[in-house]
Nanobody, 125 residues
Framework: QVQLLESGGGLVQAGGSLRLSCAAS????????LAWFRQAPGKQREFAAA????????YYADSVKGRFTISRDNAKNTVYLQMNSLKPEDTAQYYC??????????????????WGQGTQVTVSS
């Protein structure tokens, strides 16, 4: 059973920064590839960033590349999303996701079996 708990969301002005955290309750955290997705009101959930198991390769959506950084601390069973230069269009519920098989460049929601409950990020203009 994989449990994921996100935190760190909030309200921030455009141009500001936030760091999201996702703590995982799993026995072997290091074998999981982890990702952040986001879903704005009225829109489909979309891929933002992923990091492969054992702090391997990373992959980003074009919309966040250069502004967001995904990282992981296997000793703390936690994955992070550092978000800089935030824009109003980054406003969304942000979800942590995990999987064992496949690489980090998997953007399809249906290919990620484990999900957290999400944390809200609101960027004001």
């Amino acid at each position: 059973q994989v449990q994921l708990l996100e935190s760190g969301g909030g309200l921030v002005q455009a141009g500001g920064s936030l760091r999201l955290s996702c703590a995982a309750s799993v026995r072997t955290f290091s074998i999981y590839t982890l990702a952040w997705f986001r879903q704005a009101p009225g829109k489909q959930r979309e891929f933002a960033a992923a990091i492969q198991y054992a702090a391997g390769s990373t992959y980003y959506a074009d919309s966040v590349k250069g502004r967001f950084t995904i990282s992981r601390d296997n000793a703390k069973n936690t994955v992070y999303l550092q978000m800089n230069s935030l824009k109003p269009e980054d406003t969304a519920q942000y979800y942590c996701a995990a999987k064992i098989t496949g690489g980090s460049a998997e953007t399809r929601v249906t290919m990620w079996p484990h999900w957290g409950q999400g944390t809200q990020v609101t960027v004001s203009s």
